[in-house]
């Protein structure tokens, strides 16, 4: 699902889009690709739009999603407050200049190279047309919202959301034309282009749309940045597990607490809670795994558990893990009769995260020598193999967490430790909500009263201390997601609160 | 300055004990071996380098990625520590043996619950870099100095490629058979110097 920023950013690369419809370029695509412009009759006209059409998104994304990619190697914490304050403030500024209808300056007085559609085959030209005007910096530009969304591409450094924002922008160019052109040499098409042509209010209520669609943007990133504060939930606390706004946590060495949506915490009555599908599982004082239905009280033992270090519960599923070696096993709570089903294992020193539940998917994390990954595994579907959701070597991907379709997971490389957030599907990346330095830190790159020169550029600021605290294991629900961390020094571990 | 007032003391007391013909033969005989002193010191070079980012290493090619920082690797090529030599994974965690990240006290770090934190990755310094850079590394000669007291191994991680890590000319530097050095590592032994 997009976010309210992609969402933001999409209307306002539409609109500007459309806006550039008023430049020589955009005019010159309607007569050139309508019926009037080539000897090709209707039928070319229809194949060069459709060429047209498919030309300039590429373009927007290529312009706009490579620029989000720069931003993102040449910052080091892309997306953080300045930049996204600085996004907002650029946004506001345009949308400002836009609604007051200043004139561009300064101007990019060039045109695409109109020999293409003399020498090249229609739809070719048409093709390449569209890139080109996708690519928005071709030609004359007609609204400040178009360097403005590129300035915040370039800072917010998001290339999912650059992606997005050139696409709807080649759309918005292309939407127009594709729908003028073959017209054009009819009455409805001539009054449209009269109309382009001569009334100047026209071009002017579009800026005033762009304009509007970069205050959307503006609010939605300052939204997203406020939305993204990080609150401190419990402590000492640990192992979060969430579902439907109902909260629990561990305690070391303690009972655990069971926090109800718009209730008091209060102990659990035994250890390691979880919590999911409308049940909460915990580890019984006496060592016995128990799984209650919280509408009806009703409390199953599940004796087969017994040694569990870990839990996760859904409506129809109890999953857990046991150490040396770790092993996470699942059983059918619908379904006593079926033996529990060993899910994965790994040989020591390799480790398996807490295993985590939603719905009928399982997931965890595993941490060898080799490589780590998050794996999830469909427990409804006989037959199913666990599928690699995330994999990466040189980094430890730790406590996932899944609900409703999303994973939040932990990321630790030597420089950082990341809170992210991304579809439960394979892929790459993910939002980073929350970012600490690394865990172990580093020296500086350079011997004492050695010069600089030849050290990495990430030591360039000198030495970079650890993290006060290490990030652990996650929990996830419709609005934020909770992360447990503890202090690198020793002490209480915590639990902290990020909204999605 | 200290060498010229040692060579003016010589002089003076070859001057004092000598005749003017024999005078004049020891004195030539004196200068000749100045400057063949003088030359072998030209091209014997001081044994620690002190213009660059580390001892031992006298060119501009910046350091292999590291861990921790400063390019140290144990004997096999994989990343320690520094400041003390202590083994670390691929995100600079100091580890025991079995690659259990530890704190400084060489206990096992643990969650809340008291498991050991997840082990990571140990990958040798030359091939993380041709793994982050995208080519094939080798690492071929090496050259000792000393540094510190201690002798130093400096070691070349090298490309076929003509770019280095800098993002300029490779040099062909320890490297053979037409590689050339895409970035620096040491080792540090234990033999004085």
């Known amino acids: 699902m997009l976010s309210l920023a992609a969402v933001a950013l999409a209307a306002a690369g539409l609109a500007a889009g459309w806006t550039g419809t008023w430049s020589p370029c955009g005019f010159s695509m309607i007569d050139t690709l309508g019926p009037n412009g080539h000897p090709g009759g209707r039928r070319r006209t229809v194949a060069a739009c459709a060429a047209f059409a498919l030309g300039a998104p590429l373009g927007g994304a290529v ?21 996204i304050g600085i996004a907002v403030a650029i946004a506001v500024a345009s949308a400002a ?28 030209a048409a093709f390449l047309y569209g890139i080109l005007l996708g690519l928005g910096f071709t030609t004359y530009v007609l609204s400040f919202a178009l360097p403005a969304l590129a300035a915040v591409s370039l800072v917010v450094a998001d290339v999912g959301l650059g992606l997005v924002l050139g696409v709807a922008f080649g759309i918005g160019r292309a939407l127009p034309i594709v729908a003028l052109a073959p017209v054009a040499d009819r009455e409805v098409g001539a009054r449209a282009l009269d109309a382009m042509a001569a009334r100047p209010g026209l071009l002017r209520g579009a800026r005033l749309i762009d304009a509007v669609a970069l205050l959307a943007v503006a609010a939605a990133l300052a939204g997203g940045t406020a939305s993204a504060a990080v609150q401190q939930v419990a402590q000492p606390a640990g192992l979060p597990s969430a579902d439907a706004a109902t909260l629990a946590w561990s305690v070391p060495g303690g009972d655990g607490v069971l926090l109800p949506a718009g209730g008091d915490p209060g102990p659990v009555g035994g250890r390691l809670p979880a919590v999911g599908g409308g049940r909460l599982a915990y580890v019984a004082f006496d060592g016995t795994p128990t799984v209650v239905e919280r509408a009806s009280a009703a409390t199953v033992a599940v004796p087969a558990a017994a040694g569990a270090d870990a839990l996760a519960v859904s409506a129809r599923w109890l999953a857990w893990r046991l150490p040396g070696p770790d092993r996470i096993v699942v059983a059918n709570l619908a379904d006593p009769a079926v033996p529990p089903r060993l899910v994965a294992r790994v040989s020591a020193p390799g480790t398996l995260s807490r295993p985590a539940l939603d719905g009928d998917r399982v997931a965890w994390a595993v941490a060898t020598r080799r490589g780590s990954r998050i794996v999830a595994l469909d427990l409804a579907t006989p037959g199913a193999r666990p599928v690699a959701l995330r994999s990466e070597r040189g980094a430890v991907l730790a406590g996932p967490s899944l609900h409703g379709g999303a994973m939040a997971w932990i990321r630790v490389t030597g420089l950082a430790q990341e809170l992210r957030l991304a579809p439960a599907t394979r892929g790459r990346g993910g939002r980073v909500l929350l970012r600490l330095r690394g865990q172990a830190g580093r020296d500086g790159g350079r011997a004492h009263g050695r010069t600089g020169q030849g050290r990495r550029p990430v030591d360039r600021h000198g030495p970079i201390r650890p993290a006060a605290h290490r990030l652990l294991d996650t929990a996830l629900d419709e609005r934020a997601v909770f992360v447990s961390r503890m202090p690198r020094a020793g002490g209480e571990p915590s639990l902290l609160r990020v909204d999605r | 300055m200290a060498e010229r007032r040692g060579a003016g003391r010589l002089t003076e007391e070859l001057a004092a004990r000598t005749s003017r013909r024999g005078l004049l033969s020891r004195v030539g005989q004196a200068l000749v ?31 292999c990625p590291h861990p921790t920082g400063l390019p140290r690797i144990d004997a ?13 994974d691929d995100l600079g965690r100091r580890i025991d043996r079995r690659g259990r990240p530890v704190g400084e006290d060489g206990e096992l770090l643990r969650d809340p619950e008291g498991r050991p934190l997840p082990v990571a990755t140990r990958t040798k310094v030359c091939d993380a870099t041709g793994e982050r850079f995208g080519f094939r590394p080798y690492v071929d000669g090496s050259w000792y100095r000393c540094c510190g007291g201690h002798v130093r191994k400096l070691v070349d991680c090298c490309t076929t490629d003509n770019r280095r890590i800098n993002g300029d000319a490779a040099l062909t530097g320890y ?14 032994t234990k033999v004085p110097c």
């Open chain 1, 63 to 83: 312009t706009f999603g490579g620029l989000a990619a720069l931003g993102a190697l040449a910052q080091s914490h892309p997306g953080g407050d300045v930049a």
């Open chain 1, 97 to 124: 200049l836009d609604a007051l209808g200043v004139r561009i300056a300064p101007q990019l007085r060039r045109q695409v190279p109109e020999s293409w559609r003399r020498v090249l085959p229609l739809p070719v």
């Open chain 2, 33 to 63: 071996v100045g400057s063949a002193a003088s030359l072998v010191r030209d091209v014997v070079k001081p044994g620690e380098a002190d213009a660059y980012h580390f001892c031992g290493h006298i060119y501009t090619t910046g350091s």
């Open chain 2, 76 to 88: 096999r090529g994989y990343p320690i520590r520094a400041r003390d030599g202590a083994p670390v």
């Open chain 2, 175 to 188: 490297c053979y058979r037409g590689r050339k050095v895409f970035c620096v590592m040491y080792f540090q």
